[in-house]
């Protein structure tokens, strides 16, 4: 049975003062490493007014400096050239070009939805052995074989052929074999799991689709440069 | 003795009871939220719609002359006359609904939205539409030529002039 | 009885102010506790909570911030409902008006948009936040669930607020959208006829929008936030690895583990 002595905290606001006396028969279960704790007001409450506060002073300068775009009159008889979404529809547009809506627009967003759903409630949260521990040549090839066979699945639904989703794909398996030899910087993602790489895949082909979508567009939907002919 | 006895018939009998009633209850719950829900389907469906009309005017032959393309962007059509055929094919891009726009110098019809392009006869020639532009039929009514944008016709079908 | 010692009633001014604020000024231990579970709006907090759960590098603030330009839409959202009409035939006008005429009004609307868009960013930020946390792990599941919920609200309230103006973006925007939707293969054209009010984007569908725009989206999101921050309050709010004393926490208070 231990004992506890009882500390004086020196600081009122930062440790509360508690006695507890207990009877040598009575167990008490108490963490060994007792974690520094601060009262929320007025610690936190500050923290947090400091935070809102820089965000408002930050969007009302952004609101001072420049201004929400406006543009013509809605007429139903003249689509703009090029028609283009709010900045995080565009990956969702770009998406549309390369698939029909079905596909596009319900059931590639209805899956992405779905999975971050189901996220919590397989074992993939769990910490888990690091990817390639053990039998790494053989889940290189697997590794391999899941990549090109996704690749081939974007490309058989699509009109045209969706290069931004497959170069970024090709690319995330140079990462992860990467860092399955060690190579370089990139050992240091040696011990990430399969939800890390899969999740940081969907992360990046939604910023590939979205900033292609935004920069890289012009009229009727065509490639451009935006160094040269800027943004649409 | 007696009071027991009750107690006993009681309590076989409350089961039945209870259960019942929880499944009115459950039943009455599900019927309120069917009634609800259609009450609100049918409180949000348009009763009237104030759309323009299927049948529109496109003026006489002579406004339509060999190797033109008119773009109606009233009524959201294109009218061509070329290899001695009138024809009527909707501007409006079967992908996504956005307005087509007919291209001079290449002789197609492009659309703004997602890049898909037609050709003068509707098919698609590129991008995500699936489906071709959708021709209406043209009739000549006292000299007036007067579109159906109600019916789709084939592919092949125009007024030969 | 007259024997105790009369205590002296406090002044009009300050028992107003104790039936309001029941405790005295936090500069007790015992008042400060008072001072988090005595009112509505603190009693989202735990009275004290750990030191490392506090630092900017815990979190970055993503899903306070994200709630905080929330509120300020909520404001900003407001002032401009007093001037616009959602009516084609005046919504367009009345952009302009906020735009030229109205005093504040340009800066009024400015902030509401670059709020929204400050709002998608964050969410999603705080969402792949959470994630390479794993503080969606058990019992949290069903948080990160409704945090997803709370995602999809946040973009459709930006979707909707589009149509408002009655410009180019919003009529194109809106009539690709609803396209999109009657793709969809059980019910799609059922569900865009009744979003829309008919078969395209008019007058019906702005009214429309401006309802679900204006209080059912928002309506529906605070009772969301109330309950995402409820739930992540019961659930010992934010996700640390465990404390293994003072050394360790500059390290992994960041990382929280990987998922």
């Not at chain 3, 001072?35 to 306070?64: C, D, E, Q, S």
Request: net charge positive; glycine share 8%; proline share 7%.
């Amino acid at each position: 049975m231990k004992r506890f002595e009882p500390v004086i905290g020196q600081d009122v606001g930062e440790v509360p003062v508690r006695l507890l006396f207990t009877q040598d028969e009575a167990g008490v279960l108490v963490d060994q490493a007792q974690e520094p704790m601060v009262m929320t007001v007025p610690h936190l409450i500050l923290r947090e007014l400091i935070a809102f506060l820089v965000l408002t002073w930050i969007l009302v300068m952004v609101s001072l400096l420049w201004d929400a775009p406006l543009e013509a009159i809605a007429n139903p008889s003249q689509t703009p050239n090029p028609s283009k979404a709010p900045w995080y529809f565009l990956g969702l547009q770009e998406l549309l070009h390369y698939y029909p809506p079905l596909i596009a627009g319900i059931v590639l967003p209805g899956l992405a939805v779905l999975a971050l759903v189901i996220i919590p409630y397989f074992e993939i949260n769990i910490r888990r052995p690091p990817l390639f521990d053990e039998k790494r040549g053989k889940r290189l090839a697997a590794l391999w074989v899941t990549i090109i066979g996704a690749c081939v699945a974007m490309s058989l639904p699509a009109e045209v052929m969706p290069w931004v989703l497959v170069i970024p794909t090709l690319l995330g398996g140079l990462v992860i074999t990467g860092s399955a030899l060690g190579l370089g910087v990139l050992a240091r993602l040696q011990d990430r799991s399969l939800a890390f790489w899969l999740m940081s895949w969907f992360i990046l082909e939604l910023t590939v689709l979205t900033i292609v979508g935004t920069f890289f567009r012009g009229p009727f939907w065509m490639l451009t440069l935006p160094w040269i002919e800027g943004i649409y | 003795m007696l009071l027991d006895d009750l107690a006993e018939q009681a309590e076989e009998n409350e089961p039945n009871r209870r259960e019942f009633l929880a499944q009115a209850g459950v039943a009455s719950l599900g019927v309120a939220t069917v009634g609800t829900g259609t009450v609100a389907v049918g409180f949000l469906s348009p009763a009237v719609l104030y759309e323009p009309p299927k049948k529109v005017s496109a003026g006489t032959l002579g406004d339509h002359p060999e190797g033109t393309v008119h773009f109606s962007p009233e009524y959201k059509l294109y009218v061509i006359h070329r290899k001695r055929r009138l024809y009527a094919l909707s501007a409006i891009c079967t992908h996504l609904g956005c307005m087509t726009r007919y291209q001079r110098d290449s002789r197609e019809i492009h659309c703004p939205c997602h890049g898909s392009r037609f050709s003068l006869e509707g098919e698609v020639l590129n991008g995500p539409a699936a489906e071709p532009l959708p021709r209406f039929p043209i009739a000549l009514q006292e000299e007036q030529l007067v579109i159906d944008r109600g019916r789709e016709v084939g592919p092949d079908e125009a007024l030969v002039i | 009885m007259s024997s105790f010692p009369k205590k002296k009633r406090p002044g009009f001014a300050k028992r107003v102010w104790r039936s309001i604020v029941r405790h005295g000024a936090p500069n007790t231990n015992r008042n400060r506790s008072l001072a988090v579970f005595t009112n509505l709006f603190l009693h989202i907090h735990p009275v004290k909570v750990r030191r490392r759960a506090m630092r900017f590098r815990a979190t970055y603030y993503l899903g306070g911030l994200t709630a905080a330009t929330f509120f300020l839409l909520v404001v900003s959202g407001a002032f401009l409902m007093i001037y616009y009409r959602p009516d084609p035939l005046r919504a367009y006008g009345d952009m302009k008006d906020l735009q030229y005429v109205v005093w504040m009004g340009r800066f009024l609307r400015n902030l509401h948009r670059w709020a929204a868009h400050t709002m998608v960013l964050l969410a999603f930020l705080h969402l792949c936040r959470v994630f390479f946390a794993a503080a969606y792990k058990p019992p949290r599941e069903f948080n990160w669930v409704i945090g997803v919920v709370l995602m999809g609200l946040t973009l459709l309230l930006s979707y909707t607020g589009y149509l408002l103006p009655w410009d180019q973006l919003a009529f194109w925007g809106v009539s690709v959208g609803t396209n999109i939707i009657s793709a969809m293969p059980a019910g799609g054209d059922m569900v865009k006829l009744l979003l829309l009010g008919g078969t395209g984007v008019g007058g019906n569908a702005l009214i429309r929008f401006y309802v679900l725009h204006c209080f059912i989206l928002p309506a529906v999101l605070t009772v969301g936030i109330a309950l995402h921050i409820w739930r992540f309050r019961k659930d010992g709010g934010v996700c640390l690895p465990p404390y293994e004393g003072p050394d360790q926490q500059a390290t992994t208070a960041s990382k929280g583990g990987s998922p």
